[in-house]
């Protein structure tokens, strides 16, 4: 009788502990919201980096990727140029709504090329991201990019679902996106030259970019 008792003491606890958390959760969940935006808290902080104009997309596109929010702008440093592309996403039932650049980019007449995954430190925070080359006639670009879950990073879809799981389990928090950096090269540059290009910009950047999408 002790026993079946101790028993069902611990269920009852366990079931309430569950209702807890659900209520904080969802609590927590309901009034967060960004208190400014990235324009306005990481542009400014990446001083060696000139941000140009905003490049807006149309309402065909942003409806298409379900975008709660994006930007889409070039950058430039000295004659170092590239484009930065992010498409964020509130909530994690919009995993999957970027779409995946080795099926976009075909899409668009693109022939891809030097697929690879890459993981590299930008301060303190490690990034796994994923880097290919696109060309269409003589114009050719390095892509490197990656899927932001909260404050964890991944070449595809499948570890940010995992990573949202955990985070909003942790954390109660939902945060997800797509980030892109297009470094253009040929001519000017060798693509060797543009990959450098690229990851310095990504170390300087995610820093800032991680604190903001975590506070």
């Known amino acids: 009788m002790g ?3 101790r ?3 611990i269920i009852l606890m366990s079931c ?3 209702a807890a958390y659900g209520v904080h959760y969802h ?3 309901s009034v967060y919201q960004r208190d400014s935006n990235l324009e306005e808290r ?3 902080l990446l001083k060696s980096w000139e941000a140009h104009e905003n490049l807006p997309l149309g309402d065909t596109i942003i409806k298409a990727l379900e975008l709660d929010d994006y930007v889409n702008r070039n950058f430039s440093h000295g004659q170092d140029a590239l484009s930065l592309y992010i498409g964020f996403y509130a909530t994690q039932k ?3 709504a970027a779409h995946s650049p080795l099926v976009c980019f075909p899409g668009q007449g693109w022939n891809l090329s030097d697929f690879s995954e890459l993981r ?4 303190a925070d490690t990034l796994n991201l994923a880097s290919m080359v696109i060309g269409k006639g003589e114009e050719q670009q390095l892509v490197l990019y990656w899927f932001q879950a909260y404050d964890q990073t991944s070449p595809g879809t499948f570890m940010q679902k995992v990573y949202l799981l955990r985070a909003k389990f942790l954390h109660a928090r ?3 996106a797509f980030v892109r950096v297009m470094v253009p090269f040929g001519r000017e540059r060798t693509q060797e030259e543009a990959k450098k290009i690229g990851l310095q910009f990504i170390r300087d950047f995610y820093p800032v970019f991680n604190k903001y999408v975590t506070e």
Not at 120 to 123: D, K, L, M, S, V
């Open 174 to 176: 939902e945060d997800n």
């Open 27 to 29: 609590s927590t969940a």
């Open 16 to 18: 309430l502990l569950l």
């Open 94 to 96: 919009k995993v999957g």
């Open 120 to 123: 590299i430190q930008a301060g």
């Open 7 to 9: 028993r069902k003491i």
């Open 3 to 5: 026993s079946f008792s």
């Open 42 to 44: 990481v542009f400014p």
